[in-house]
């Protein structure tokens, strides 16, 4: 049986899916200095640091990334982490 306060809830359900699947999420927001390793290749136009000798395709390495400023859209998850004003 279906009752009241079980619509009630669904309601809120289906609302809180659907203002997390549709927020859109950009401002200009700071990504502090990161130093970390993890596969990356240097054709994503994030990871272009140089090696000696050059590599070519995907690899890992601890590497640093210089702070920087910028605009994207974004959600929150671990390179996203930042204070709102």
């Known amino acids: ?3 009241y306060p079980f619509v009630i809830a669904l309601g809120i359900k289906v609302l809180g899916s659907y203002l997390a ?3 859109k999420h950009e401002h200009a927001h700071l990504h502090a200095a ?3 390793e993890h596969t990356h290749d240097h054709q994503d136009g994030h990871h272009t640091h140089p090696h000696e000798p050059e590599v070519d395709g995907e690899h890992s390495h ?3 990334h210089p702070a920087i400023a910028h605009s994207h859209p974004h959600t929150p998850d671990m390179h996203h982490r930042h204070k709102h004003e």
């Open 1 to 3: 049986r279906i009752t």
């Open 34 to 36: 990161l130093t970390h």
């Open 62 to 64: 601890e590497h640093t």
């Open 21 to 23: 699947v549709s927020e």
